[in-house]
Structures are given as C-alpha cells and as structure tokens.
C-alpha cells in the first residue's frame, strides 16, 4: 500500500510536467492533499503538500514512513478535521444490535415445527450449569427431568468427567461441589438432610451419592443436583464401630435400581436393594478370609461392574465382594515401601493405587497399578518433581476424594493446603482454585469427599 500511494505521487508529478511543458500559456494550479495524522502520533494537525515542490515526494515517503500503516492515511476535504476513532465498546455495540436483530427476524414457524425428539436430544448435551439456566425458562423445560423420553437421551449421551461433592472443615453441615471442565466451585442446599448431625459422602454411583452419618446409624441417598433426597430404613444389625460403604447399580442406570453394601472389621455385613427398599444378610465372610478385616477407611471402595474392592491391613491386600454371586474373595498384595495414606482407584476396569511416598525429608505423590499376573503393584506415574518440591521438608497429609477415572487429592500441611486433580487417562496433574464460600474471602479446608458422576435424571 505504501508503494502504491508513492507511485500514484510520482504520476501525478510527471502529468504535471507533462502538462507545463506543453503549453506554457497555462499556470499549474497549486494542489494540496490532506494527510491525517495517524493515531499514534496524536497531533491535531494537518500536512500540506505543495506538488510544485522538489521536495514534495520526500516529504510525503517521510510522512508515510513514520505513520507505520497506510490505512492510517486518508485523503481530507479542505477545512474538514480528521474523523474521531470510535471506542471498541461502540463498534462492538453496533455489532451485536445488528445480529440481535437478525435473530429477532427469523422466522418463528421454524421453531413451532421443530421435532420434540431432536429438541431433547440437544438438550440432553447440554452442559449441566447450562441446563439449568435453561430450565428456568418455562415449566415445560423444567418438567422434562421426569421425562422418560429425556432419561432415554440422557443414556445415549457420554458420561461426562465425574464432579466431586465434598465438605469442608469450617462447614461441616453443608457441602461444595466441584466442577473439574469449568473448574468452578458450586455451592448446594440440601434442605432434606439433617442439620444436627453431622453427615458425610462415603460413595456414589449413577449420579447419585450415599452419606452416612457420624454416628454410623442413619444412610442417606441424594443426587446433589436435582435434590432427590431418600433416608434408607434402619438396619438390622446394630454397628457402633465404622464401616466401608459401597454402591453398585442393578442395571446400565439408576433408574433400575441400586445396591448398597456396608461391612465392619469383625466381618458383620449387609446389602440395601432400592428396588425393594430393604437391608438383607445374603450370607457370611468365608472362613479363608482372615478377620479381623483391619480395613482402611481412608480408601474409599472401588466398583468394578458387579464388584466392590476394599483395601485391607495385617496382611496388605485387597478384600472384594460380587454383588450377584455373593462370593468373598483375599489378595494378598504387599504395599509399596515407605508408603502412606494411600487409597485404591480404578480406571477403565484396572485397579489403582495411589498415595504419598516419603524417604528421609522428600515426598511424592505416585501412582501404581495392580499387575493381575503377578499380584504387584507397578508404579506408572508421579507428581511432576517441581511440585514435589513444595513439600520437602514438611509433614504432608493426603486424602483422596474420588476414585474414578479423575481424582482429586487434598495435600495439606501446617503452612500448605493443595488441592490437585490427576485424570488417569491423560496422565495429567492439574491444580485446583481455592474453594471459598460466596461472598467469603477465607479459602476452605477439604476434609472428605467423593466423586460422582452428573447425572440429571438419577432418582434417589
């Protein structure tokens, strides 16, 4: 572009000499261009360029030079100031007038017609905080929850990355919600649980997740989202000391029905059906299994399909259980060294472990996983060495929330409290914003927890 209005400054100086030199009786009239200042230089003033002049094309290839764009440059009326830059909030303004009108103008008779079936369909994608935006609009939109048509699109769709419902130290009573793909805290109310007690998340499937409460009397079952909310009946057997809780579904959602499984060290255990809405005994440990269980409840139970994994001490290994065929199964499998407060994970059907390795002042997050011919743990991953870093040197505490595909870990000392996501697919460690109340400023301290999938048709 500069070359351009360069060149057409030339042609214009030869078709004036041109002009001279053929007939000297005509005078060679002044001729002046305006130049705006580019923006930049911010001067209010105009150049003058008199053609006549020798000078004239260095001046202008100077002018042209030190306004960096030629489209800086535009040719000005005699008299007339240079045009003002608009502000980037107006130009944008003008833009969306002009698209919001557009849209008004589509025509309405498309949208009456669109098919029922591909309206839940595209809904059913949606990404959770936006349906529920969406379901505000009108009571139609809200009622396609209890659709059965909706449940069945749902189903169709992908399992999105699993939340983490967890509870803080300062709100014991009330729990926060975390979203690892907008990596945005939510806040929920549950009015139907209990205020006076204290009650905590021990496992999840389906959308749904199970609390039990301090006292390990009462089982709770609520799909976070919707506030579907269920209080279990009160069991048979009468368990004062803690237990593993596990959960299992009955079919490929929900909606199909539920299992709930709790055991205590001395090997007492029992199975809640939400199909028929009670506890049963289907029978005893077998006596190969050596009690009592010594279980860590720092692990939360795995599930795999019909199965529930539980992470067992004195001797290390892993105790499962088969919903379906009642069977109880021991392996024996030695931890790693120099390890603590580790917990078992799973991720596309491979069992997992997961805790801190400390030898003399340096600690580490590691992975492992269970080698199913050996019986062995095999480390597959680490904390990166630069995070690792952080915790030379301190008295560092781990809890794992979730165990599933994402994890989420608590790392917290005397000075530190870390919150990191490890997605075992991907191999990636992420950190996680500070978890603050809204309107609050002090960050909160993750006390326990657990993953559950989204899911916003799971019935309690």
């Not at 390795?357 to 590691?366: F, G, I």
Request: charged share 20%.
């Amino acid at each position: 572009m500069l070359r351009q209005l360069i060149g057409q400054v030339k042609q214009l100086l030869e078709q004036q000499q041109t002009a001279s030199s053929s007939s000297s009786s005509l005078v060679a009239p002044n001729i002046s261009f305006h130049l705006q200042t580019p923006p930049l230089l911010h001067l209010p003033r105009c150049y003058f360029l008199n053609l006549d002049d020798k000078s004239a094309e260095d001046s202008c290839y100077n002018i042209i030079m030190t306004a960096g764009k030629s489209e800086n440059l535009k040719m000005l009326e005699p008299g007339k100031p240079p045009p003002k830059k608009k502000a980037r909030k107006e130009r944008n303004r003008g833009k969306v007038t002009g698209s919001s009108c557009s849209i008004e103008n589509l025509d309405q008779q498309i949208w009456k017609e669109f098919p029922e079936d591909l309206f839940e369909a595209v809904v059913a994608r949606l990404p959770i905080a936006t349906f529920f935006r969406f379901r505000l609009v009108c009571r139609k939109w809200n009622s396609m929850l209890t659709s059965q048509s909706f449940s069945e699109q749902c189903a169709q769709v992908p399992q999105p990355q699993p939340w983490f419902y967890t509870i803080t130290h300062e709100n014991v009573n009330t729990g926060a919600m975390y979203d690892p793909t907008l990596k945005k805290w939510h806040h929920p109310t549950i009015p139907a649980l209990p205020t006076k007690l204290i009650v905590l998340p021990v496992a999840s499937v389906g959308g749904l997740v199970c609390f039990l409460d301090i006292g390990h009397r009462s089982f709770y079952v609520c799909n976070p989202l919707t506030r579907s909310f269920k209080e279990l009946p009160a069991r048979s057997v009468k368990v004062w000391s803690r237990v593993a809780v596990g959960m299992t579904l009955c079919g490929k959602s929900a909606g199909e029905g539920y299992n709930i499984l709790w055991v205590g060290c001395d090997g007492e255990f029992e199975v809640y059906n939400s199909r028929s809405n009670s506890w049963a005994r289907p029978g005893t440990i077998s006596s190969n299994i050596k009690l009592p269980l010594a279980l860590n409840f720092k692990s939360q139970t795995v599930s795999i399909g019909n199965k529930l994994y539980f992470m067992r001490s004195d001797p290390d290994g892993i105790v499962s259980y088969d919903m379906v065929t009642g069977v109880w199964k021991q392996f024996i499998i030695p931890a790693p060294l120099h390890l603590s407060d580790h917990t078992l994970a799973e991720c596309g059907g491979r069992i997992m472990l997961v805790g801190l390795l400390t030898k003399n002042a340096a600690t580490c997050v590691c992975i492992w996983e269970l080698q199913k011919m050996t019986l062995l743990w095999k480390e597959v991953d680490r904390m990166p060495n630069i995070w690792c870093l952080e915790f030379y040197g301190k008295h560092v505490r781990m809890t794992c929330l979730g165990n599933k595909g994402l994890l989420m870990l608590s790392l917290r000392s005397r000075q530190m409290n870390r919150l990191v996501t490890y997605d075992f697919s991907t191999r990636e460690w992420m950190k996680v914003p500070g978890c603050v109340l809204p309107r609050g400023r002090k960050r909160q301290w993750i006390a326990c927890g657990t993953a559950f999938h989204p899911c916003l048709t799971a019935v309690a």
